[in-house]
């Protein structure tokens, strides 16, 4: 049987791309990937023939089944791999929730900040709304944290810290303001090998989206 294989956008761009991604390499579990080039701004979907919702990630695991949705495919990584999430039955329940509250929110400073892990700017370019999104992520890291004593959100790196990772690098590009116990958690999660990895990647890629990069 082959290995699942994993389509991506680039690395430097591609949020949605990355959670799974390191969800699979945390995992161990061996998948390819395919790598394509997101659109530019207003750009006509490109990924309908890869994926039910037209958009990557997407998961195929052969004989037609593909699992769209980042949070699905994290999902499918932590039942081949039940340590992606916490053992605990409430700090699960919690993980769960947290990876869910960043799924389906923050969209100020989603929209603020696209993730851009190469470049450095400033948070002059977020509005007021994006910068509370970020003060309230700061806010549920540190609540988070301090339940489970860390050293990642929930104990152990789990499927929770795979959807928080583009956050940690958007507080990077745009230095927007933190508390010590968010700058720890950056710390943490800039050191860990599979984040690195993707970030050295990212580094290396050429292509730039000019709706990012000159914004
Ligand atoms: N809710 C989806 C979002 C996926 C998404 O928006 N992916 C972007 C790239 S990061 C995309 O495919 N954009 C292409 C397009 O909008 O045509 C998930 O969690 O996977």
Not at 143 to 155: D, E, I, N, Y
Request: aromatic fraction near 10%.
């Amino acid at each position: 049987m082959s290995a699942p294989r994993l389509h991506i956008g680039d690395r430097n761009y591609s949020s949605w791309s990355m959670r799974p991604w390191l969800a699979l390499r945390h995992g161990g579990i061996a998948f390819d990937e395919v790598m394509h080039a997101l659109p530019e701004l207003g750009g006509k979907p490109v990924f309908g023939a890869i994926s039910p919702n037209a958009r990557v990630p997407a998961l195929d695991l052969g004989e037609g089944v593909v699992i769209a949705e980042s949070l699905a495919i994290c999902e499918w990584a932590a039942e081949q791999q039940p340590t992606l999430w916490p053992r605990e039955s409430n700090t699960r329940a919690l993980a769960r929730a947290a990876a869910a509250i960043m799924h389906s929110g923050f969209p100020n400073l989603r929209n603020d900040a696209p993730m851009n892990i190469r470049r450095r700017t400033d948070a002059g370019r977020l509005t007021a709304d994006g910068l509370a999104d970020a003060e309230k992520v700061d806010a549920l890291w540190r609540g988070w944290m301090a339940r489970s004593g860390g050293p990642f959100l929930f104990g152990q790196w789990s499927v929770a810290d795979a959807m928080y990772a583009p956050v940690v690098t958007r507080f990077v590009t745009y230095a927007i303001p933190r508390s010590p116990e968010a700058q720890g958690y950056l710390d943490r999660m800039w050191a860990e090998p599979h984040f690195a990895a993707w970030v050295d990647s990212a580094e290396a890629e050429t292509r730039k989206l000019p709706r990012s990069d000159e914004a």
